[in-house]
């Protein structure tokens, strides 16, 4: 199924080719102006545009000129079989060219086309991709203008080509340890899997089998042989995510199996092997996390064989705009729609909050934002209105009034923190309400999206009065 841009100031023509369209499974939008186009461009991502050259004001031909290299392709149709007017589109940038009166065979035709083309720039697209991460050229995440996080991607970056050398990464909740963890992995000779374990959110009785894997009867309701991760991250990198979680001992085996590359999975009589490097993170300072009995010593300096300390987002703040705009970028990719950058009042905005939740909040609240802007740009009203920042906004020049105070039932002023919780659940209830009705009531789509679980979100929904 395609989606497609119709850009036709004919009723009777366009309401035809419409109605074609969907018929033929496809999804079709509606301009009756070039400008109108052009602001659909901007809010949504189209994989074909139909472009009629004759349009009032700007003419389709003005239009394919204007557009930046991003735009989808574009199909001119007119009814002017000049072959001046062809060439002429063509260099504007068209893709393809049909005169009216257009038949519903050509028109197959021509989408048949659009769609080998499309499939095609999504190859290549996929090929440049693996070609830059093969070759190491940078990632927009390993991209920074932060002393303190080039610090840390030159650790990386030094300590991925060994191949075999433990890290342990340092961090705040959501700073981006795995997104370095990943990045170590990609710039590392290593072939197989990057394969990632949360040990926090792995109930303690299942850990053991999570890690190393089971045979069938080991436990109950072990109906066949299970691969643990170590088996599934063999020839490649294993990150275990807030490792001071794990129960100490399984810490004992897991230091063995570090060293020796040899582990039992859950039942078996017989070792396994896996040649796996292994890379740990953890939110909580380790040094406390051994002197506390978290974190047993000798695994300790097994694995800080390298430490990396990622620093948060609060002390990297110039990197915030390209992080935004990144996430931005990816997030209208997805969705198909959104606005498509900010303004300098935003970015700004943005790099002053203070960003508690680092990395990961700023993903939530651009993920918000895309959902719920309707504007082509992003402006500082659109963050107080959709992404209820926790400081309040103020103008280019620093100006701007004082928030007036929120009171409570007695008549109290509410603490801050009241306040903020107040703001985040209006946004949470909003931005659940926005994805749900993007995804048409389709809870397990929008759990995929909110990246929850079902559960996790049949609760929200309960909360929230959205049942």
């Not at 991250?233 to 294993?238: I, Q």
């Not at 048409?440 to 929850?452: C, D, I, K, P, Q």
């Amino acid at each position: 199924m395609l989606s497609i841009l119709l850009v036709e100031d004919d009723p009777d023509a366009a309401d035809t080719l419409r109605r074609f369209l969907q018929g033929e499974g496809h999804s079709a939008a509606l301009a009756r102006t070039a400008e109108e186009a052009q602001a659909q461009l901007r809010r949504e991502v189209f994989d074909v545009a139909l472009v009629d050259l004759d349009l009032p004001g700007m003419s389709g031909l003005e239009l394919i000129a204007s557009l930046r290299d991003d735009a989808p392709p574009m199909i001119v149709v007119t009814g002017n079989r000049d072959l001046a007017t062809a060439v002429q589109a063509m260099r504007a940038g068209a893709a393809d060219y049909v005169t009216k009166p257009l038949t519903l065979r050509t028109l197959q035709m021509v989408l048949r086309r659009a769609v080998e083309t499309a499939r095609l720039r999504q190859r290549v697209d996929r090929l440049e991709r693996d070609a830059l991460n093969a070759v190491g050229d940078p990632d927009p995440w390993a991209t920074t203008e932060s002393a303190a996080m080039r610090e840390a991607l030159s650790v990386v970056e030094r300590v991925a080509l060994g191949g075999q050398t433990s890290v342990l990464f340092v961090g705040e909740s959501g700073a981006g340890k795995e997104v370095l963890a990943a990045h170590l992995h990609r710039r590392s000779p290593r072939t197989g899997p990057f394969v990632r374990i949360n040990v926090a959110a792995i109930p303690d009785s299942m850990m053991e089998a999570e890690l190393f894997g089971a045979t069938r009867g080991a436990y109950t309701d072990a109906r066949r042989d299970r691969q643990g991760h170590f088996a599934a991250a063999d020839g490649g990198t294993l990150l275990l995510d807030e490792i001071a979680e794990m129960r100490p001992e399984l810490q004992a085996k897991l230091l063995r199996a570090i060293e020796t590359h040899r582990y039992y999975p859950v039942g078996a009589s017989r070792e396994s092997y896996a040649d796996v490097r292994i890379v740990a993170a953890t939110n909580r300072e380790p040094q406390q996390a051994v002197a506390e009995g978290r974190l047993r010593a000798d695994l300790y300096f097994r694995l800080s064989a390298m430490i990396v300390q990622v620093p948060p987002l609060r002390e990297r703040r110039e990197d915030i705009p390209l992080l935004a705009r990144h996430l931005l970028a990816a997030t209208r990719k997805q969705l198909r729609r959104g606005p498509g950058d900010f303004d300098d009042d935003a970015l700004r905005a943005l790099a002053e909050a203070p960003w508690p939740g680092n990395v990961r909040e700023l993903r939530n609240v651009v993920e918000r934002l895309a959902i719920l802007c309707d504007g082509a740009v992003i402006t500082p009203a659109d963050l107080a209105r959709c992404a209820l920042l926790p400081t309040p906004l103020r103008a280019a020049d620093g100006s701007g009034p004082t928030p007036a105070l929120r009171l409570g039932p007695d008549g109290a002023p509410l603490r801050l923190d009241a306040v903020a919780r107040e703001a985040q659940d209006r946004a949470e209830r909003a931005h659940i309400t926005a994805v749900l009705a993007l995804c048409e009531g389709n809870r397990s789509r929008a759990a995929e999206l909110l990246g929850v679980s079902r559960s996790t979100l049949w609760l929200k929904l309960q909360r929230f009065g959205l049942g």
